[in-house]
Nanobody
Framework: QVQLVESGGGLVQPGGSLRLSCAAS????????MSWYRQAPGKERELVAS????????RYADSVKGRFTISRDNAKNTLYLQMNSLNPENTAVYYC????????WGQGTQVTVSS
């Protein structure tokens, strides 16, 4: 059974940091490029960051460059998103996605940035 389980979301004050994790199981994690997406209330889901299968290349949305870092540990079948200098515009449900022979999505984790 394929699973992507996000964790690490929560309420954080502006300027704060969070680290999201996405634990993968049921498929060959290292064979999949991975991404983080987010969806804010009333908005479409958007790509935040992506990373290649071996982790050698990453891409970021312009709005998060320099503040967010995507990484992966293929030995632990886990994807990460380190988020620094958070602001209220980063409030959203964050999802991880695996792209390979098939496409898999997690259920999302809520991130709320508010004072």
């Amino acid at each position: 059974q394929v699973q992507l389980v996000e964790s690490g979301g929560g309420l954080v004050q502006p300027g704060g940091s969070l680290r999201l994790s996405c634990a993968a199981s049921g498929f060959t994690f290292s064979s999949y490029a991975m991404s983080w997406y987010r969806q804010a209330p009333g908005k479409e889901r958007e790509l935040v960051a992506s990373i290649t299968r071996a982790g050698g290349s990453t891409r970021y949305a312009d709005s998060v460059k320099g503040r967010f870092t995507i990484s992966r540990d293929n030995a632990k079948n886990t994807l990460y998103l380190q988020m620094n200098s958070l602001n209220p515009e980063n409030t959203a449900v964050y999802y991880c996605k695996g792209a390979g022979p098939y496409e898999y999505w997690g259920q999302g984790t809520q991130v709320t940035v508010s004072s």
